[in-house]
């Protein structure tokens, strides 16, 4: 291990003075226009897939708490409460996936194997396709219609 002291100290500016980096501020017109709102709200989503995930968790643990847990969380997710938050987890949730489909394309290489990607307006209705197509059976599958 060296003990000598290293010539140029990189932290440390060659001539002293007041430093060059802007004071934090906010950027233009935040966050109430142009593109942050979208931004603040595709972020908040998050909270959504949080409590979803944790309603999901309690739907878990009380199934494995035998048949009268189940009945009692299955009454507590028909309180109204939770009927208003999971059309809004639906609706929130929805325009979430289908704003990160439109980011998805930016985000592949541009061969796949030895072919080259779909164009992105092509990968992108595709995904909206198999996302409405899984959405719609998933209902009629919950809803009873197919068994």
Not at 37 to 59: D, H, K, T
Not at 84 to 97: D, K, P, Q, R, S
């Amino acid at each position: 291990m060296s003990t000598s002291t290293p010539r140029v100290d990189s932290m440390k500016p060659a001539t002293p003075g007041p430093t060059r980096t802007a004071p934090p501020r906010p950027p233009d017109k935040f966050p109430s226009a142009g593109r942050y709102p979208a931004y603040l709200a595709f972020g908040a989503c998050g909270a959504f897939l949080m409590i979803s995930a944790l309603v999901l968790i309690g739907a878990v643990w009380a199934v494995g708490n035998g048949e009268a847990a189940w009945n009692d969380y299955r009454e507590l997710l028909s309180h109204p409460v939770f009927l208003v938050y999971h059309v809004a987890a639906f609706i929130g949730l929805t325009w979430f996936t289908l704003r990160l489909f439109r980011l998805f394309p930016a985000t592949q290489p541009y061969r796949i194997g030895p072919l080259k990607r779909p164009a992105d307006a092509v990968m992108v209705a595709g995904l909206y396709g198999l996302f409405f197509t899984v959405l719609a059976v998933g209902t009629l599958f919950l809803g009873g219609a197919l068994l």
